[in-house]
């Protein structure tokens, strides 16, 4: 039976880690020095790297030498990734914990999540398409063709009016905010942004899943409690 590979274990002395991502030793100093790797000390003080750091460090040589990111914008996509890792870690936990709760009664409790008859989840007031482009570039301090750039990177998406004009919602400008943050302030090319955007979209999905997801199970939770007390009463 083969063993399970512990991603996390110090293994690698600082010239075998270097030699395996192609990097010279003192590129892994600056990104450590950076906070982008954290690798663990022997002893002796020795730096030590594992299996985990090294595929963090082959992503970041990807993201800075294929896609031209910056550390600022490297910075910026590790941190989401490890919140995306650790959200993700504790939905599930926190989902066996209700499964577990309501225990073996959970297939019988459980129920497809469909809306009532004519009920529908409302739109956010924050995705109402309402500023045009002269109006949204002026919002945003960008200039018009500028947001047609970004629309043809894919990086906003407005909606269009039956004239087929461009409209811009709220949470369109605050994209747009954040775009212009992280190209001009930190200087982070629009293959970073990119990567960016679309990490913090699957974090905003994971959350909205969670925070659903746990919802349901706490009714369910709350359902096996009343059946628990019905009987009771009942055998009274």
Known sequence: MDKVVDKDRPVYVISVA????????????????????????????????????????????????????????????????????????RFEAEVARLKAEIGHRFQ??????????????????KDRPVYVISVAAELVEMHPQTLRLYERKGLIKPKRSSGKTRLYSERDIEKLREIRR??????????????????????????????????????????EGRGLLQEGNMGA
């Not at 030793?25 to 690798?39: D, F, H, S, V, W």
């Not at 031209?68 to 870690?89: C, D, K």
């Not at 019988?108 to 999540?113: G, S, Y």
């Open 182 to 223: 992280l190209t001009q302030e930190l200087g982070v090319n629009l293959a970073g942004v990119e990567e960016i955007m679309r990490l913090r979209a699957e974090l905003e999905a994971l959350q909205a899943r969670f925070e659903a997801e746990v919802a349901r199970l706490k009714l369910l939770l709350l359902e």
């Open 18 to 89: 270097a030699e395996l991502v192609e990097m010279h030793p003192q590129t892994l100093r600056l990104y450590e020095r950076k906070g982008l790797i954290k690798p663990k000390r022997s002893s002796g003080k020795t730096r030590l790297y594992s299996e985990r750091d090294i595929e963090k460090l082959r992503e970041i040589r990807r993201l800075t030498q294929e896609l031209g990111v910056n550390l600022a914008g490297v910075e910026e996509i590790m941190r989401l990734r490890a919140e995306l890792e650790a959200l993700q870690a």
């Open 108 to 125: 019988e409790l459980e129920r497809p999540a469909l809306p009532a008859p004519g009920e529908t989840e409302k739109p956010s007031p």
